[in-house]
């Protein structure tokens, strides 16, 4: 509560200054203030003792605290609410063209490639609420697996729905395809900023559209496109067919990534190149790519000023009415 208390005019509280000077005035005209006889003795009269003359600093007391509460009150002290609105200027669109091929099963990343982007992906996503994001798959073909939205509930069921199903896709990696479906989910956007994200862990080796036309497609419409390469240095635990019970059979293969394409296609549209050898780098790429693609976002701040001088005022002036009362009455023969 204390920390939304303010006062509008705080330099009125060296006025309290003068206090201390009133205190000392007040001890020190205080035994002239009582008249005095002299007589050589006073056993003649009758005195009962009186506590009343001890108590007449009281009447000091109610006006000095009048006198603190009316500065109090013309320091206007005031309560402030402050409520926030948050508005965003321009929002990104973004698509990740995630590559679903069978080698995204390899256990070079724990537990599997593929497992690893969804989890840092979904992280992403939750990082992003005023963007809207988009999902494509591809191995040797692509299609989009949620369009560009910002429901974040959709793409977080969709992106946790992507597994590798044997004979979903036609075999292979079809990198062009996949950027190019990306492509042609953000051409339409209107928003100043579109961006790719495209992750593999292989080589085009199928597809008709070649990553060269899919990139100066992304370069014409205005898309910056990030690259990740994602798999171990030297071998990995790669899936090479399916048994008969259903499992997959591993067998440790050399990692082959077009390291010199993915950096062409992210230098030519203006994104970045990353390699993603482990699950934490893997996650460290992702917080780059969010801190690069920052949304803007404007603040608006609003205070409720609520003044609270009144009740000063009024202790003031009851202050006041009671060292008057007591003064006119009960104070009244010492005064």
């Keep these: ?4 208390y303010a006062f509008a005019h705080p330099q009125f509280f060296w006025l309290l200054l003068a206090l201390p000077l009133a205190i000392a005035w007040y001890i020190w005209k205080q035994p002239k203030q009582l008249a005095s006889v002299k007589i050589s003795s006073i056993q003649g009269f009758k005195t009962t003792p009186s506590i009343l003359p001890k108590l007449k600093p009281i009447l000091f007391a109610l006006r000095l605290l009048a006198i603190v509460s009316l500065i109090i009150a013309i320091a206007r002290p005031q309560t402030k609410e402050v409520s926030t609105r948050v508005k965003t200027n321009s929002g990104i669109d973004i698509v990740m063209a995630i590559d679903v091929s069978a080698s995204m099963l390899s256990k070079d990343l724990k537990p599997n490639r593929l497992t690893a982007l969804k989890k840092v992906a979904a992280e992403f996503i939750n990082g992003r ?8 798959v591809y191995a040797g073909e692509s299609f989009t697996k949620t369009p560009i939205t910002t429901d974040k509930n959709i793409i977080q069921t969709a992106l946790k729905d992507i597994k590798y199903k044997h004979g979903e896709l036609v075999g292979g990696t079809a990198i062009g395809m996949g950027l190019a479906t990306a492509v042609n989910r953000l051409k339409e956007s209107d928003t100043k900023s579109k961006v790719i994200i495209l992750l593999t862990d292989g080589v085009n080796n199928t597809g008709f559209i070649e990553p060269q036309i899919a990139s100066e497609l992304a370069i014409e419409y205005g898309i910056k496109v990030y690259t990740i390469g994602i798999g171990t240095n030297g071998m990995a635990p790669t899936p090479i067919r399916i048994n008969p019970d259903g499992s997959l059979m591993y067998r440790n293969m050399e990692v082959t990534i077009d390291e010199d394409l993915l950096k062409q296609i992210a230098t030519t549209t203006g994104g970045k190149y990353f390699r993603a050898t482990n699950s934490k780098k893997l996650a460290q790429i992702y917080e780059e790519i969010n801190k690069l693609e920052k949304t803007e976002i404007e603040e ?24 008057i009362i007591l003064r006119k009455t009960i104070f009244r023969s010492f005064i």
């Design 1 to 4: 509560m204390l920390e939304n």
């Design 129 to 136: 609420p005023s963007d809207r994001i988009g999902l494509v």
């Design 300 to 323: 608006f701040k609003y205070t409720n000023y609520e003044e609270k001088f009144r009740i000063f005022v009024l202790f003031a002036g009851l202050l006041l009415l009671v060292e």
